[in-house]
């Protein structure tokens, strides 16, 4: 099976732009959860979906958002950017929704740099 | 509130050596534990994950991992570090909603 893929996977943007990231999980898998990635505050949980469902949500400003499709893929927007938005935005898939015991594959991520 | 720690920034070890990074969990039930690995670059793999049973997990590349319900840990380990090890090491909880609380994550430097 194809693992999961993000697109584009570098961006470079100044701020006050609005931007969209795209994931497409692994075949099969319904459930997609965004992450962000930065030196200062590590791996921080932004949001998942589920059958075109936001299920779980992270502690983040409203400038992030998320939709899914029905094919299940996910894109994510960060709207108004600003310098510390410049982060790894990680992807994962899993078969489900909300079982702990579901394992998250993620993808490569989105290097996202906000001049 | 559920939190992961790991105590260690910054690890260098000898090729050749043994490992053991640390893991430590806090949450109002045992939570699921995973193991994760960086390169630099790149998405993140699943080294290993502990649900309940057997506290010894083996994982890929070699790595285990046990868990220990008295301390609250999780601490991986490896018998013998191979210079490809390199990268940076996640600890991971999830608990009843599924969203994964990583650990600030440990730098393994090794030297040949």
């Known amino acids: 099976k194809a693992g999961v893929t993000q697109t584009p996977r570098y961006l470079i943007k100044t701020r006050g732009q609005q931007v969209t990231l795209s994931c497409s999980p692994i075949s099969g898998h319904r459930s997609v959860s965004w992450y962000q990635q930065t030196p200062g505050q590590g791996l921080q949980f932004l949001f998942e979906?589920?059958?075109?469902?936001?299920?779980n949500k992270g502690n983040f400003p409203g400038r992030f958002s998320g939709r899914q499709f029905s094919n299940s893929r996910s894109e994510m927007n960060v709207s108004t950017l600003e310098l510390g938005d410049s982060a790894l935005y990680l992807c994962?898939?899993?078969?489900?929704?909300?079982?702990?015991?579901?394992?998250?594959?993620f993808g490569p991520g989105t290097r996202l740099t906000v001049l | 509130a559920q939190s992961v720690t790991q105590p260690d920034i910054h690890i260098t070890v000898s090729e050749g050596a043994s490992l053991e990074l640390r893991c430590n969990y806090s949450y109002g039930a045992t939570p699921y534990l995973f193991w994760y690995v960086q390169s630099p670059g790149q998405g993140l793999q699943l080294l290993l994950k502990y649900f309940s049973g057997d506290t010894l997990v083996q994982g890929i590349k070699g790595f285990e991992a046990e868990f220990k319900r008295s301390q609250s840990s999780f601490n991986l380990r490896k018998p013998s570090v191979h210079w490809s090890d390199a990268a940076e090491y996640y600890c991971?909880?999830?608990?009843?909603?599924?969203?994964?609380?990583f650990g600030q994550g440990t730098t393994l430097q090794v030297k040949p």
């Open positions: 994962a898939s899993s078969p489900t929704s909300g079982r702990s015991t579901d394992t998250q594959y």
């Open positions: 991971a909880g999830s608990g009843n909603t599924g969203k994964l609380i």
């Open positions: 979906y589920f059958s075109e469902t936001q299920r």
